[in-house]
């Protein structure tokens, strides 16, 4: 016959607090994962939609310029003058928006590039390493800084879909880890019951930024190319149309500013 050894008070009192940190921990997993998600969805999309529409852009712009430092040479009032210098700053903006994008590869077409889609087995391994290196889990500052850095390794892995690194992270993590238990009765159960309060902190910002995400330009925009591709269109493709077509117009506009002035 076994006879268990009673917990004592502070014992129960360590095992109750670790259940209460393990349930929040399960639902901060989640809510980090769908932050994530969100962010690499909107990644994912705007990847191949600036390849194909901020050349457009800059063009546009760059002609834009041009039309409005034309009218000041016909018209050099102060009023045209820093319309011109505004489109001129515009433009340039622009171009270096151009220029910061990587281009995209050569036989996609535009807004085709495929959207982030992670695999059961990514979710669950991107959850897993949330619930056991969030930085809200360091035992102090510089553990919570490396505990950071590790993590922004984990949402690299995760964005890109690569489930080997982060298995490979998996392994980093449990070979570097320091033990959780360590330390008396006493220092755990302060360590815990900090720990639960960064980690509910935590949860309250986090739910806020997936609502901030939701609620942004850029992430409408995915989800207005997406309810497109259902309907059968592309998005993308009809943006990139419609500035084409602007640009055929400002073209013209510059044809007509050159006749003007060679009749000066």
Same mark, same amino acid.
């Given at each position: 016959m076994t006879i268990e050894r009673r917990l004592s008070p502070e014992e129960e009192e360590l095992r109750t607090k670790? !259940? $209460?940190?393990?349930?929040?921990?399960? #639902?901060?997993?989640?809510? $980090?994962?769908?932050? %994530?998600?969100?962010?690499? %969805?909107?990644? +994912?999309?705007?990847? *191949?939609?600036?390849?194909? &529409?901020? /050349?457009? &852009? *800059? %063009?546009?712009?760059?002609?834009?310029? #041009?039309?409005?430092? !034309?009218i000041y040479v016909l018209d050099p009032t102060d009023t045209a003058r820093s319309e011109s210098q505004e489109a001129r700053s515009s433009a340039d903006e622009a171009e270096r928006d151009r220029q910061g994008q990587a281009e995209a590869p050569k036989d996609a077409q535009p807004g085709q590039r495929e959207s982030f889609t992670p695999s059961p087995e990514l979710r669950a391994l991107y959850i897993d390493l949330v619930k056991k290196a969030h930085p809200d889990l360091g035992k102090d500052d510089e553990d919570r800084l490396r505990r950071n850095?590790?993590?922004? #390794? &984990?949402?690299?892995?995760? %964005? $890109?879909?690569?489930?080997? !690194?982060? #298995? +490979? @992270?998996?392994?980093?993590?449990? *070979?570097?880890? =320091? /033990?959780?238990? +360590?330390g008396s009765v006493g220092d755990r159960l302060v360590r815990l019951i900090r720990q639960i309060a960064d980690v509910r902190s935590r949860l309250v910002t986090a739910e806020a930024e997936i609502e901030s995400v939701k609620d942004s330009d850029d992430y409408l925009l995915v989800k207005e190319a997406e309810e497109a591709r259902l309907e059968?269109?592309?998005l993308t493709a009809e943006h990139v149309t419609l500035l084409d077509a602007d640009i =055929?117009? @400002?073209?013209?506009?510059i044809n007509n500013i050159k006749d003007r002035l060679l009749a000066m």
């Open positions: 670790q !259940a $209460e940190l393990d349930s929040l921990l399960d #639902r901060l997993a989640q809510n $980090e994962l769908d932050l %994530e998600t969100l962010h690499a %969805e909107i990644n +994912s999309f705007f990847s *191949a939609y600036n390849a194909a &529409v901020l /050349p457009k &852009v *800059a %063009e546009a712009k760059g002609l834009r310029a #041009r039309i409005a430092q !034309a850095g590790f993590m922004v #390794r &984990v949402n690299q892995a995760y %964005e $890109e879909g690569d489930e080997a !690194a982060l #298995r +490979s @992270l998996a392994v980093e993590w449990a *070979a570097g880890a =320091d /033990p959780m238990d +360590s059968g269109r592309n =055929d117009e @400002l073209k013209a506009k």
